[in-house]
């Protein structure tokens, strides 16, 4: 699924990515500054989750309470060095968890991520916009 966007259209875009059913594990690339964290914020307030969300860059991990008794993980790893730390503060419980896992920088940790997940792709476009590939 592709679909090109820009910043106050993000509400929509978070619903048509939960539309799509996707893995519960979710890989976000794209480079530095082009919203990945500002997505997830919306998808965890799409998922219900109630309150401030932040980007987790310094604690590895947020965790938010999401409705029907869910739980959302959103990871960084963009500080990690190697896949050890990763393993060292329990990432495999986390992505094994059935809950949903929102990793930013996954390539950090490529080993272990699991082999059922979904991956969106973010690229700035020169007009300002946004495409999104959910795959």
Same mark, same amino acid.
């Given at each position: 699924? %592709?679909?090109?966007?820009?910043? %106050? ?14 893995? +519960? ?11 990945? /964290? /500002?997505?997830? +914020? ?10 401030? /969300? ?21 990871? %960084? ?38 082999? /059922? ?13 946004? +495409?999104?590939?959910?795959?």
């Amino acid at each position: 699924m %592709d679909i090109l966007f820009s910043i %106050d259209q993000l509400e929509e875009v978070a619903q048509q990515i939960i539309a799509q059913n996707p893995n +519960k594990v979710i890989l976000f690339h794209g480079e530095m500054g082009v919203g990945k /964290t /500002t997505l997830i +914020k919306q998808l965890c307030i799409s998922l219900g989750v109630q309150g401030a /969300t932040s980007s987790p860059t310094f604690s590895l991990v947020n965790e938010y309470e999401a409705s029907q008794n869910q739980l959302v993980y959103h990871f %960084d790893f963009y500080r990690v060095n190697k896949e050890e730390e990763a393993l060292d503060m329990g990432v495999d419980e986390y992505l094994y968890s059935g809950h949903w896992c929102f990793i930013e920088w996954a390539e950090k940790i490529e080993n272990l991520i699991p082999e /059922t997940h979904s991956v969106i792709q973010i690229v700035a476009l020169t007009d300002g916009t946004r +495409k999104l590939t959910l795959t």
